[in-house]
Antibody
Framework: QVQLQESGPGLVKPSETLSLTCTVS????????WSWIRQSPGKGLEWIGY???????NYNPSLKSRVTISEDTSKNQFSLRLSSVTAADTAVYFC?????????????????WGQGTRVTVSP | QSALTQPASVSGSPGQSITISCTGT?????????VSWYQQHPGKAPKLIIY???NRPSGVSYRFSGSKSGNTASLTISGLQAEDEAEYYC??????????FGGGTKVTVV
């Protein structure tokens, strides 16, 4: 059974960089696609981006200029960095395993999720 | 890209069937058979219940079914049970190699 666990600071100051790590167990990150998704308080889900088994990345256009997703295959982890944060980046951040649609290379759905980690942006 | 449109809330009585709609555009829902649905209970992570419009992952109840017509996808929950009370989200592939979610629908079992 694949399990994902987010870790990182729960409080980040405005204008600084948010950094989170997702540790994957029960499977290798050298397969599939590995994503970050966030949920602002009382709001819906927002896809942030993913990194593939080959190390290529794809980001939400609205966040692309501030997002970096990287991987450490030796630790079976992948990470999120979001720069220049504001209060609007306050959210629960989930890591998840991304899957492709049948008969395609199009990543769009997520079958395993971490429990989520709450990040607050505040002075 | 804009979020997919879902009704804010849907309610039903135990045993009834309810349907949640998810409306997008030709660039997402209407252009691809790549729609999935998630169930989220308060304080928990979302759980995948439908993918590729109609497919259920192993272990998901047969009471959940998906469909699509044009730019609108739908999730039907039949034989509504108290445990089905949760928030439901749809999502779709977008032509720009992106991913978009719906705003969520709160299901209440009355």
């Amino acid at each position: 059974q694949v399990q994902l666990q987010e870790s990182g600071p729960g409080l980040v100051k405005p204008s600084e960089t948010l950094s989170l790590t997702c540790t994957v167990s029960g499977g290798s990150i050298s397969s599939y696609y590995w994503s970050w998704i966030r949920q602002s308080p009382g709001k819906g889900l927002e896809w942030i981006g993913y990194i593939s088994y080959s190390g290529s990345t794809n980001y939400n256009p609205s966040l692309k200029s501030r997002v970096t997703i990287s991987e450490d295959t030796s630790k079976n982890q992948f990470s999120l960095r979001l720069s220049s944060v504001t209060a609007a980046d306050t959210a629960v951040y989930f890591c998840a395993r991304g899957r492709i649609g049948s008969g395609s290379y199009r990543v769009y759905y997520f079958d395993y999720w971490g429990q989520g980690t709450r990040v607050t942006v505040s002075p | 890209q804009s979020a997919l449109t879902q009704p804010a809330s849907v309610s039903g009585s135990p045993g009834q069937s309810i349907t949640i709609s998810c409306t997008g555009t030709i660039s997402d829902v209407g252009g691809y058979d790549y729609v999935s649905w998630y169930q989220q209970h308060p304080g928990k992570a979302p759980k995948l219940i439908i993918y590729d419009v109609t497919n259920r992952p192993s272990g998901v109840s047969y009471r959940f079914s998906g469909s699509k017509s044009g730019n609108t996808a739908s999730l039907t929950i039949s034989g509504l049970q108290a445990e089905d009370e949760a928030e439901y989200y749809c999502n779709s592939y977008v032509s720009s190699r992106s991913v978009v979610f719906g705003g969520g629908t709160k299901v209440t079992v009355v």
